[in-house]
């Protein structure tokens, strides 16, 4: 097999041993592809990856250990040369959304073949749209996932209040919800319901995942160092 390019490195992570070797074994005969790095999903997968500097990284969605959506969210924020695809187990539009906002440059299914795996890291690697139906890829880093060669929809409208704005930015500055609560001078059960509100608005699962889907959107615009840790009240 040939990828028809040269010299992708790639990286791997994963929780599955069975997984990772096979995978391993079978992309380590692609000519054009170098396997620079496999790794169990942990902390350690980012400064990893700050290390090997990998052009590409295949980053299973379906481990518990790490949270993959914030692996992801971090790859994109501090090595935006560096670029993400998500593995997971399903096709759906909430997994793909929700991995594509997190800052991936694509995503497939692990019911998918191997030549739709290559087909979509050499489209990723050259920037272009994928044009095979299991892969999903948005080639502009404000664009939205599109399927096959149909045209991509609008922008997202997030319909978040002018508060919730003010609520957001603060859990981005780190606040915990009492310290919202005091800030904007609201009660704590108020600072609870516009947190809720606003991962309800998002389809985040966490305070950071809600950060991390913001700044995708364009809701955030503040320096990823600033929200370095993130309170969960």
Do not use: W
């Amino acid at each position: 097999m040939q990828t028809g390019t040269h010299n992708i490195n790639l990286f791997i992570v994963d929780d599955y041993e069975l997984f990772r070797e096979g995978l391993s074994a079978l992309l380590e005969r692609v000519e054009g592809l170098r396997l620079v790095g496999v790794l169990s999903m942990s902390a350690d997968a980012i400064e990893r990856i700050k290390l090997i500097g990998p052009d590409i990284v295949l980053v299973c969605t379906t481990s518990s250990e790490y949270n993959a959506l914030e692996l992801i969210g971090q790859i994109s924020l501090r090595f935006p040369q560096v670029k993400s695809i998500a593995v997971g187990l399903n096709k759906s539009e909430s997994s793909i959304q929700k991995c594509l906002g997190a800052g991936a440059s694509g995503y497939i299914s692990k019911g998918e073949s191997i030549g739709d795996l290559l087909s979509l890291i050499i489209s990723v690697n050259r920037n272009e749209s994928a044009h095979r139906e299991s892969c999903y890829y948005t080639p502009l880093p404000t664009g939205r996932p599109t399927q096959g060669d149909a045209v991509a929809p609008g922008p997202e409208v997030i319909d978040l209040s002018a508060r919730e704005l003010e609520v957001l930015q603060l859990i981005t500055e780190g606040h915990s919800n009492g310290q919202i609560a005091d800030k904007l001078c609201i009660s704590l059960h108020t600072a609870k319901n516009h947190v809720h509100n606003i991962l309800e608005k998002l389809c985040a699962h966490s305070r950071s995942e809600a950060v991390y889907l913001a700044l995708q959107k364009g809701l955030l615009t503040m320096a990823p160092s600033t929200a370095a840790e993130y309170h969960k009240d």
